[in-house]
Every structure is written in C-alpha cells, then in structure tokens.
C-alpha cells in the first residue's frame, strides 16, 4: 500500500497526569528523520518515544511536538529567586550610588530583567506516571498521520496507474509504427536512386539490403519488451505494503534509459513526438514518486 510521507496527525489523551498532546507534521526526505520538541522534563523519554514514532514511519522528515498540561495550564516549568545574585546586585547599586551620588531607585522590572536573578527551572516530573499518557498520544497522532498517509497515497495510486496506462499505448503506437517506418525508408531510397538514375536499372539487391540494415539498426524491440517489464514491475511494486520509494525511483531511472535509446534507434519524427510524450509522463511519475515513502 503506497504512502504518501507527506502528512499531519494529533492525539490527545487525558488522565490523572493531566492532558497529553501530540502533534506530528511529516514532509519527504530521502531518509527517516525524526525532530522531536519535548519538554526538558520528559528528555529521558526521548529515546522510548523516537522508538515509537521509528515502528510507524519508514522514511521522511518527522517533526513531533508533546505537551502536557496539569489542571489547566501547560506550564511545565517553575521560577525561583537566586537570593544569593540579588543581594550581590543590590550591593553594587549601593555602592556605585554612594560613589556617584547617584538616586538609589531600583525598579522591580529592571531587577528581575538581569541576569540569572530569575532561575527557570524544569517542574519535576514522575517519568513512570506520565509515561502511558504521552504513549497514548503519539499513538493517537500517529494513526491519525499514518491515515492521512494512506489517503494521499491512494490518490498517488490511481494517478501511477493512469500514467502507467498512457505510457503503455504510447508504447503501443510506437511498436505498431516501426514497420511503416522500415517501409517509408525503403520506398525513399528507390525513389531517390530512380530519380538521380533515370537511365539505370536500380539494384534491388541492394536496396533490399540497405533497407535490412535500417530496419536493424531501428529495431527497438529489445527496449519495448524491456520498457513493459519495468511499467509492470511499476504496478508490482505499487501494490505491495512496504517502503517503495526508493525501488521506484531507480525503476523510473530505468523506464528514462530505455525511452532515451528508443528515440536514438528509431529515426522518425512520429516516435520522437511519441517519446516527448513518454519523456513528460515519466517526469510526472517522478515527482510523485519524491513524496512516496
């Protein structure tokens, strides 16, 4: 089942411990990279909760953000008065008053804008009781993100296989074209030796054989049969329920490669229009394929 990496999901969950919430924001990315913005308190949870959020998603840029809020407020932090650094500034200000002659009025603003006079400190936390509520929120957001995936993904489905259909008749028309191609060569070539030959008889031995090694060296029929291989391996691979990604990309790679030789082997200006053609709709595959994890 194809997924689309880029997604969002959230969870809540409620409990003695207060209320928990995930939000989780994912956008494609050639690897699995997980952000996680946490509250200093819970850090030691980080590695359980990167492990969580590894067993839902394969591949992409993973920004998640948890909160919790006690009774109210999602303060997770408290504030204490380093008396020690404010009896030292208030000592200074004397002094520089009586050095300077100066008025000794200190605003309680100005006292609490200088440094470390108030200490942010993390509110301490029980690992063990908030575990479950932050473990039943990331779940909550990551089906929540892993649904919007399938979503996406479906719509990346049909449009491959719609694409995938027109590649095929493109590729149809150009094998159905060949033969005329060989023909309208061969019927050239005795017009133009009939015409600058009036008088001489035109070997048609040799005709016969110029247009032999034409229609070799315009046999396309190795890059077709290869060329549907791979737009079947495409619908393979987009059926099966894992990371495609990558397979896909190099698969397209592939697809490019053999268009590529199509359109130097077979000279005539309806195959090239044809391969412009395949060219765009492969180009179109491709960039679906960035955000298909």
């Not at 411990?17 to 924001?25: D, M, R, S, V, Y």
């Given at each position: 089942?194809?997924?689309?990496?880029?997604?969002?999901?959230?969870?809540?969950?409620?409990?003695?411990?207060?209320?928990?919430?995930?939000?989780?924001?994912?956008?494609?990315?050639?690897?699995?990279?997980?952000?996680?913005?946490?509250?200093?308190?819970?850090?030691?949870?980080?590695?359980?909760?990167?492990?969580?959020?590894?067993?839902?998603?394969?591949?992409?840029?993973?920004?998640?953000?948890?909160?919790?809020?006690?009774?109210?407020?999602?303060?997770?932090?408290?504030?204490?008065?380093n008396v020690p650094l404010a009896e030292a500034y208030f000592k200074i200000f004397d002094q520089v008053a009586r050095q300077f002659g100066l008025d000794r009025d200190i605003r309680l603003e100005s006292l609490c804008q200088l440094k470390d006079v108030i200490l942010v400190k993390a509110e301490e936390i029980d690992l063990d009781r908030v575990r479950t509520g932050f473990h039943e929120a990331l779940e909550a957001a990551l089906d929540s993100l892993d649904q919007m995936r399938l979503r996406e993904g479906e719509a990346i489905k049909a449009d491959f296989l719609r694409r995938l259909d027109l590649l095929g008749t493109y590729l149809k028309d150009i094998k159905d074209r060949v033969p005329h191609v060989v023909q309208a060569y061969g019927k050239r070539l005795r017009e133009n030796l009939n015409r600058m030959l009036a008088e001489v008889e035109v070997d048609e031995a040799r005709v016969a054989q110029e247009v032999a090694i034409l229609a070799d060296r315009s046999d396309v029929t190795e890059e077709i049969v290869r060329l549907r291989s791979h737009l079947s391996q495409f619908r393979v691979y987009v059926s099966q329920d894992e990371a495609l990604g990558r397979r896909l990309d190099f698969l397209l790679q592939e697809m490019n490669r053999e268009v590529n030789t199509l359109s130097s082997k077979a000279s005539d200006a309806t195959i090239s229009r044809i391969v412009v053609e395949m060219k765009a709709e492969l180009e179109k595959l491709r960039e679906q394929v960035q955000n298909v994890e």
């Open positions: 089942m194809i997924k689309s990496m880029t997604a969002y999901g959230r969870g809540e969950w409620e409990g003695e411990g207060g209320l928990f919430t995930a939000e989780i924001k994912s956008v494609n990315n050639r690897y699995r990279d997980i952000i996680l913005r946490i509250p200093k308190n819970i850090q030691p949870l980080e590695d359980e909760l990167r492990s969580w959020v590894s067993s839902k998603v394969r591949r992409g840029r993973i920004e998640v953000s948890l909160q919790i809020r006690h009774n109210g407020s999602d303060s997770s932090y408290r504030l204490d008065l």
